[in-house]
Every structure is written in structure tokens, then in C-alpha cells.
């Protein structure tokens, strides 16, 4: 029999995420794919409380619609956590703001994302995060194709 294996690494975890369980995760297309108005890398934005073991599971439910893009052969994935608030699921907040500045930015959610059409910047998300620095962290994703 002929064995084979990966030059590259398949997943690698940071320890810092080890150790957080409430996270939101972000899932990247090397290249960016058209949207209404623009290009974005993000291919879908998800929330955990459950830390790592999730988000592998995610990756590999929707590692098929995202590799049948023309030009994918990885997938990135980035975590984005906030500091915790009492009596606040802030986790979830913060996927929320996400979702709301990428529609507004892009005009249309990230490509494997089904929830969200609705979101925008109410009262309580403008609460907990400044619009600005969502801003960033989406642009950070998308600047020479790198985080």
C-alpha cells in the first residue's frame, strides 16, 4: 500500500483559544468571493460556546459549499472574542454586530451564513461595541488576502 500525507498542517489550534469556550469564528476563503457591493474572503461567521470542538465541526459541514467555489483549495479559520458581561451572552452580541457590519458593508451575508438578513446596528449592539472597530476587524480579514 502507498502512504501519503499533507505537507501542510490540516487544522492547528492556538492555545489561547483552548482556553476560551464562548467565541465567535470566522471562516475564510483564500481568495475573496464577489458579493453586491464588493469582495470579501469571509465565508461564513458562526458562534460557539463550546471552544474548539465546534468549530472543527462547522468546518467540516461546510467545507463542501465553500471548496465547490471555483479557486478554493483552503479554508481559514479566525476566532474574535469580547470581554465578558455579566447576565450578557456577549458572545452572541458580538457575532451579531458582525453579521450586521458585513450585510451593510457587503449588501448580503457571508456565503454559508442563513441567519442574520435582519440584523442591523440597533440599540443594543451600538451598547456593547463601537461600529468603527467591527470595521477593522472585517477589513483586517480582507487586506492582501491575510489576516
Known sequence: MKVSSN????MSVDRTIGRREKLVYILLAPKPQKYPRGRSRIMYVGTTEKGISRIAGSVATRSEKIFAKRGVKTIDVH???????????????????????FL??????????????????????RRYFRR????????RFDKNGSF
Request: glycine share 4%; with cysteine; net charge positive.
Open 79 to 101: 476566532v474574535a472574542w469580547c470581554t465578558p458581561v455579566q447576565k450578557v451572552k456577549s458572545w452572541r452580541l458580538l457575532e451579531r454586530a458582525i453579521l450586521a457590519e
Open 104 to 125: 451593510s458593508i457587503y449588501g448580503k451575508l457571508p456565503e454559508c451564513n442563513k441567519q442574520g438578513e435582519s440584523y442591523r446596528w440597533d440599540t443594543t449592539v
Open 7 to 10: 505537507k501542510r498542517a490540516v
Open 132 to 139: 468603527n472597530a467591527i470595521t477593522q476587524l472585517l477589513s
